[in-house]
């Protein structure tokens, strides 16, 4: 594969991996392990951010983990990165994992293939997010941006995840 070659997921695809609280990945189906080109020793242990494609801006990211942090489910559309510079878009879900006595054992991903007119929306917006981060102290880009993605769903009058509903409805 070349470098920035787009893999596109098959329809019955599912990536599965959980991490421990602190986003360190303790399980990688053989899938993901197959998609990314990275071995399971390669991946366990290793932050979730492994894969993370400079296309992504990090307010997305604080958002996920505000939106995990409040004990809900994350929905989002994810662009991640393979070990050979390839790259490929994803529906996320992932939720929090708790044990028997109810504290935080870490979080469930799975993630399966997006519906491509939501990415190419989403994918605007994700580009004006980036364009806020370059202008902004590393220290206040991420939250700035996650700002500005909050007023567009507060735009759309509706909620976030609501949101990513009515995008996967959009035709392709």
């Known amino acids: 594969m070349t470098r920035d070659q787009e893999i596109r997921l098959d329809e019955d695809d599912l990536i599965v991996s959980k991490t421990d609280p602190k986003g360190r990945i303790t399980y990688a189906n053989r899938r993901f392990m197959e998609i990314v080109g990275y071995s399971e020793p390669q991946l366990l242990g290793k932050p979730h951010n492994l894969i993370r494609h400079a296309d992504m801006p990090r307010?997305?990211?604080?958002?996920?983990?505000?939106?995990?942090?409040?004990?809900?489910?994350?929905?989002?559309y994810v662009k991640n990165r393979t070990s050979d510079g390839g790259y490929y878009w994803v529906l996320a879900n992932v939720t929090p994992d708790y044990k028997?006595?109810?504290?935080?054992?870490?979080?469930f991903s799975v993630r399966r293939r997006p519906n491509f007119a939501a990415v190419r929306q989403v994918s605007q917006?994700?580009?004006?997010?980036?364009?806020?981060?370059?202008?902004?102290?590393?220290?206040?880009?991420?939250?700035?941006?996650?700002?500005?993605l909050v007023e567009q769903v507060d735009q759309q009058g509706c909620s976030y995840n609501d949101l990513i509903r009515q995008l996967e409805q959009l035709q392709e």
């Open 59 to 76: 307010g997305v990211f604080r958002f996920l983990w505000h939106t995990l942090q409040e004990g809900k489910e994350f929905f989002g």
């Open 100 to 107: 028997a006595d109810a504290s935080l054992a870490g979080y």
């Open 125 to 148: 917006w994700y580009k004006k997010m980036l364009e806020i981060e370059a202008e902004l102290s590393a220290s206040q880009a991420p939250q700035v941006s996650m700002q500005w």
